[in-house]
């Protein structure tokens, strides 16, 4: 196990469309955790998962966005009818505990 | 709601040098844990070193160290013998005891001149 993966790295798309990111955590982590990043700011959190439930959703997650962790082990995440303003660095983290995440690399999008 | 600054957006520091990095956070909980990471140009977010609030001992991992000062609401970073490879965007950040969601700051560009 490398650590977190996500897919794609880069993803370039209209407006309007939809996309989604794979996010494949380490094995034994069962907490999973999405974040966005904009250039020349800290990640903002998304979303939480413990196993396959998702337990905390911040505002900044619109009705555009869902994300899902089917089996408690890889989650996705979906944005619809992407907006200019999605274009940002999409970050997964993973980890057993309050310890401190692993994060992934993330996936870069980009919409024009 | 909890707040993390980072009021230094760009620092350098002379190779082998030393070089500390700033950071306040805002929070009414008494049991919370605070964490530096560092993220390089390719962008993966790596943990440089965590405290946890109910130890006054600061942390140390190798060249690493902070100095928490709780009353104060302050979580610096030292970074000792400076190397070329230190050279990256520093983030500080908050998590509460559930540790189901992490509060960043804006970060640090650090510059490790030769």
């Known amino acids: 196990d490398t650590g977190v993966s996500q897919n794609p790295r880069h993803k370039i798309t209209k407006r309007g469309q939809n996309v989604t990111f794979r996010c494949d955590p380490i094995s034994e982590h069962n907490r999973l955790y999405w974040y966005r990043q904009t250039l020349g700011q800290g990640p903002e959190f998304l979303t939480y998962f413990q196993n396959e439930a998702q337990l905390e959703k911040s505002r900044l997650l619109s009705d555009r966005f869902s994300a899902e962790r089917p089996k408690g082990s890889f989650s996705t995440l979906e944005i619809q009818r992407t907006e200019q303003g999605d274009s940002a660095m999409y970050l997964c983290?993973?980890?057993?505990?309050?310890?401190?995440?692993?994060f992934g690399s993330g996936t870069r999008l980009t919409v024009v | 709601a909890q707040t993390v600054t980072q009021s230094q957006p760009e620092m350098s520091v002379q190779e082998a040098e030393t070089v500390t990095l700033s950071c306040t956070y805002d929070t009414s909980e008494s049991d919370y844990y605070l964490f530096w990471y560092k993220q390089p140009p390719s962008r993966q977010m790596i943990l440089v070193i965590r405290?946890?609030?109910?130890?006054?001992q600061n942390a140390t991992e190798n060249r690493f160290s902070v100095n928490f000062q709780k009353a104060a609401k302050s979580f610096s970073l030292k970074i000792s013998d400076s190397q070329l490879g230190d050279a990256a965007m520093y983030f500080c950040a908050y998590s509460n005891n559930t540790g189901n969601q992490f509060y960043f700051g804006t970060g640090t560009s650090l510059t490790v001149i030769p």
């Open positions: 983290a993973s980890s057993f505990s309050s310890y401190g995440y692993t």
């Open positions: 405290q946890e609030a109910y130890k006054q």
